[in-house]
């Protein structure tokens, strides 16, 4: 299988050998070869198709072109499914046709994940082509918190509700985290952090997705690299009739030039990391505005929970920022999570528990691989590997319809 990954900022690409892969969770599968082409869009001709190019070529100076043995299909990353992809899906001209009408629901995501599809279904013509979607893993948030407050006819006309994002990383890290405590996903209760530069948060209950921070949008939730996440939406009223900023204007400003880049010029975890060690305070002010944001929705989802077996963090910022687990944690006890700081501060690539043995709620570092996860997903469909277990119409693993509120 070979897996792309087009984020709104990198290319990222796998190929893996699932002959050996464990069909539930993907353990056992054996990564060929891998690579990312990173900050696209910040220079003259870095797109993504440009990108994709470049990939293809790396695969072929190693052997693995598209005339290889053995290459049985490519899974694409898709950001956004809208409520009609809520599983993964053998790509077509049609298929295709429904991911470019979702662009202006994922504008900085979509146009990326279509460019990686094109290309590739240029440079490998004869291959089965899967789209995977982020949005996928999110179809099981019950009604009562996958809809806004907002007039019901209007909502449903223009398809306004919560659909949530990086779902593919919400299901494999809740599942490594209950792996990680030795138990059935279908038994543990999970928060999951995926902290990137995008940033979403998620309440699993159970292994079933019941609510996540990203809406409409990648925009909503959590401070992120660039994004603003939660803002009154009268801002928006605001900038445009006071700062008199048109609609492109106010989305330019939230979704590329807010969250810690706007807040002090860096999106950079690392970056703000070293500032903050200097003595920075715009960076300092920064940091505690992105952990303070945290910290809220840690909060919020116990709520929704009830009980937390284990609050779960993953990607770039989540795997390797200490300071940040640490500080989004913080003077939460009362919630009984402890993290212990010197199992925090150790380094590793593997999944590991950093909470002290006096906290209620494990408190977990699961390495994110959004690649397997596709290449699973993908596997899956192309083999009909599950296919004793469906019903027909859909993989075994198809989320339950979404719910009406009691
Ligand atoms: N050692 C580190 N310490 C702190 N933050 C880090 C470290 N390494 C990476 N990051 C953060 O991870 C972010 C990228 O995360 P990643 O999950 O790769 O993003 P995406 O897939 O959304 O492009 C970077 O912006 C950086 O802030
Ligand atoms: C959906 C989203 O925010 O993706 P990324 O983190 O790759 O930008
Ligand atoms: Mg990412």
Do not use: W
Request: charged letters at 20%; glycine letters at 12%.
């Amino acid at each position: 299988m070979l897996v792309i990954n087009s984020g709104s900022s990198s290319v990222k690409y796998q190929l893996l050998d699932m002959a050996e892969a464990d069909p539930a969770d993907g353990r056992g599968a054996v990564r060929l070869a891998s690579g990312v082409v990173e900050r696209i869009g910040e220079g003259p001709g870095a797109d993504h198709a440009e990108a994709l190019r470049r990939v293809a070529g790396e695969l072929d100076a190693e052997g693995l072109g598209p005339d290889s043995p053995g290459l049985a299909a490519v899974g694409h990353r898709v950001v956004h499914g809208g409520t009609r992809f809520t599983e993964p899906v053998l790509i077509t001209d049609e298929v295709l046709a429904g991911i470019e009408e979702l662009v202006p629901l994922a504008p900085l995501h979509n146009p990326g994940n279509i460019a990686g599809i094109t290309v590739s279904r240029e440079l490998r013509p004869g291959l089965p082509q899967v789209a995977v979607f982020d949005t996928a893993f999110h179809a099981t948030i019950p009604e009562h918190a996958a809809r806004y407050a907002l007039d019901t006819a209007t909502a449903d006309a223009y398809g306004v509700r919560r659909y949530g994002f990086h779902g593919t990383s919400h299901a494999y890290v809740s599942r490594a985290a209950a792996a990680l405590l030795g138990r059935d996903p279908a038994e543990v209760n999970a928060i999951v952090l995926h902290l990137g530069n995008g940033a979403s948060a998620s309440a699993v209950a159970g292994g079933i997705c019941v609510e996540t921070s990203m809406g409409l949008t990648p925009l909503e939730g959590l401070v992120m690299g660039t994004r603003s996440g939660d803002l009154d939406p009268a801002v928006v009223f605001h900038l445009a009739r006071v700062a008199g900023l048109d609609t492109d204007a106010i989305d330019t400003l939230l979704n590329k030039r807010s969250g810690l880049l706007g807040l002090c010029g860096d999106n950079d975890m690392r970056e703000i990391g070293r500032r903050m060690a200097e003595g920075d305070h715009a960076a300092r002010l920064a940091f505690e505005i992105y952990v303070h944001r945290l910290r809220k929705y840690v909060g919020a989802y116990t709520a929704v929970l009830g009980r937390v077996d284990v609050i779960a963090f993953t990607a770039g910022v989540g795997e390797n920022s200490a300071a940040v687990r640490e500080a989004a944690t913080r003077g939460l006890e009362v919630l009984g999570i402890e993290v212990d700081p010197v199992r925090n501060a150790l380094r590793g690539s593997a999944p590991r528990l950093v909470s002290a043995g006096s906290s209620r709620v494990a408190v977990a570092v699961i390495p994110t691989d959004e690649e397997l996860e596709i290449a699973r997903q993908t596997f899956e469909l192309v083999t009909g590997a599950d296919a004793g277990q469906r019903g027909g119409d859909g993989p075994a693993a198809r989320p339950a319809p979404r719910q009406e509120s009691p």
